[in-house]
C-alpha cells in the first residue's frame, strides 16, 4: 500500500489531491426498516477486518509523516446499503468478500420482523473520507 500511495504521489501534479475514502475501524450496524420504524438489530463480527483497516491507516499515516500527504479535510458518514431481504444481503456479504457475516440470532431476527411486515434490511457501515494533498513541489 505505501508503494501505490508513493506511486499515486508521483502521478499527481503539484498541489494535487487524493481522495481516501475507507471504512471506520468499527463495526457495521445491523437494521431493519419498516416505514418510519428503524429495528437496530446489532453488528457484524468484524474483527479481522478492524485489523486491516487500522493497518491500512497505519501506512497511510506513514507516508503523511513521511512528508508525501497532508491531509486538508476530513469527513465522517454512514453508508447506507439497502437489501430487500436477508439472502440478498447475505449474499451481498458473500460477493464483497466480508471475512464474517451475520450471526444466526442477527440473521433469524431480521427474518423474523421481514415475515411479520414488509421492509428491507439495511447495513450502516462507518465510512471516513480525507483529502490529502500532495506535498510534491
Known sequence: MVHALRRIHGSLRPEG??????????????????????????HLDQEEDISDILE????????????????ERQ????????????GAWLDYLALEGYSSGGSAELIASADELLAADSGEVVIREPIRASVLR????
Open 75 to 86: 469527513r465522517f458518514f454512514d453508508l447506507l446499503s439497502h437489501f430487500p431481504s436477508t
Open 17 to 42: 489531491v487524493l481522495l481516501d475514502l475507507h471504512p471506520e475501524p468499527k463495526r457495521t450496524g445491523v437494521e431493519v426498516w419498516q416505514g418510519d420504524l428503524i429495528h437496530r438489530l446489532g
Open 56 to 71: 491500512a491507516r497505519a501506512r497511510l499515516d506513514l507516508v503523511e509523516s513521511d512528508g508525501w500527504y497532508v491531509t
Open 134 to 137: 500532495s506535498t510534491r513541489p
